[in-house]
């Protein structure tokens, strides 16, 4: 979770600077993009490696399937950025956004499930969240 607050910090900080030309920065997007594909495939290997409790679709999905899609986005865009900028743009935009978004969830996610489980003494198979949240 921490991984994609940072990323998004780290993209406005890019994206914020005067730089000269679009070269600099298409290319530490692109950079930033391939590094949380990489990233996201780890996770992968991690969660399927995992046997503390079987993860849910809901786990698939903001901790894989989404950063995933935000990263190739990122880097699609970067790639896009010489030759359509504003489309470009707007993909990183979105990408973005993406990823602050799945960094609420995540944290949000580890917040329940340490206040709602691991202080009660709970230490076996994860329950599933979504009855916390409601």
């Not at 692109?30 to 809901?58: D, H, K, N, S, W």
């Not at 950025?81 to 707007?90: E, P």
Request: glycine letters at 8%.
């Amino acid at each position: 979770m921490i991984i994609h607050f940072s990323t998004v910090l780290a993209l406005a900080g890019i994206l914020s600077a005067p730089w000269d030309s679009i070269d600099a920065p298409k290319v530490l997007c692109g950079a930033v993009g391939l590094t949380g594909v990489a990233y996201a495939l780890i996770i992968t290997r991690r969660m399927r490696r995992q046997t503390a409790y079987q993860p849910e679709f809901e786990d698939w999905l903001f901790h894989v399937l989404l950063p995933f899609a935000g990263y190739v986005t990122l880097a699609v865009s970067a790639y896009a950025a010489g030759s359509r900028l504003r489309a470009a743009l707007f993909g990183v935009g979105g990408a973005v956004l993406l990823l602050l978004f799945v960094g609420i969830h995540n944290a949000w996610d580890a917040v329940t499930y340490h206040v709602f489980f691991k202080k009660q003494g709970q230490e076996g198979e994860r329950p599933s969240l979504s009855h916390a949240r409601s």
